[in-house]
């Protein structure tokens, strides 16, 4: 008698089902597999890349800023000099000559001649320092006039333009006021004599 191995009944394999109208066609995951999609380590594992990384942005985000500060464009300059305030306040003070921008260069000429001419000719020191301090104090009292003026000034076209004067505008003004105006930041966007913006 011959014995054959009897083969395992075959079933038939289960027909794809068409996916149901809005569904993802897949199975939902677990949430023990979505926790750790999301994990994240807390620390990087290569610190020096990381580190890399973040210089290469911040002096990205430098050198845009630094760009907005030359060109004017108000998206990407930090944020002291943002906002329409600010921007009129820099025209006030742009648009008008200002003391203290003139006298500081001049109180550095000053200076130097001080520093050299007594080197040159001693007998001149008692009349050249005398001379200093009546010009370097003259130019300091008149920068503080012209101050209050401009003060006074950016009171009365920002309460005119905008209703109520923020807290720290006449400041900034007074400080752009006394910078050099070829080294002011942001640049100037109006000439001597034009009407603020």
């Known amino acids: 008698m011959i014995f054959r191995k009897s083969e ?3 079933t038939p394999e289960p027909e794809a089902q068409p996916a149901r109208p809005g569904s993802k066609g897949r199975p939902t995951r677990t949430r023990k597999e979505a926790e750790a999609a999301r994990r994240r380590p807390l620390v990087v594992d290569d610190r020096k890349e990381a580190r890399r ?3 290469e942005r911040a002096n990205q985000e ?3 800023a630094q760009h907005a500060l030359m060109t004017g464009d108000e998206k990407k300059m930090p944020l002291q000099h943002r906002g329409p305030e600010r921007s009129f306040v820099r025209d006030v003070v742009d648009s008008r000559r200002n003391i ?4 500081f260069p001049l109180a550095l000429v000053f200076m130097l001649v001080a520093l050299v001419l007594p080197l040159i000719r001693p007998d001149l020191t008692t009349l050249l320092s005398t001379g200093m301090i009546i010009v ?5 009292a008149m920068c503080v006039v012209d101050g209050f003026l401009l003060r006074k ?4 076209v920002l309460t005119d333009r905008f209703g109520e004067v923020q807290q720290g505008l006449v400041g900034y003004g007074i400080m752009r006021a006394i910078q050099i105006r070829r080294f002011r930041l942001p640049r100037p966007q109006i000439k001597h ?4 913006r």
């Open 53 to 55: 990384r973040d210089r």
């Open 193 to 196: 004599g034009e009407a603020p």
């Open 153 to 156: 000034r950016l009171r009365r």
């Open 8 to 10: 395992p009944p075959t």
């Open 62 to 64: 430098r050198m845009e």
């Open 100 to 103: 203290a921008e003139l006298f």
């Open 136 to 140: 370097l104090w003259g130019g300091i």
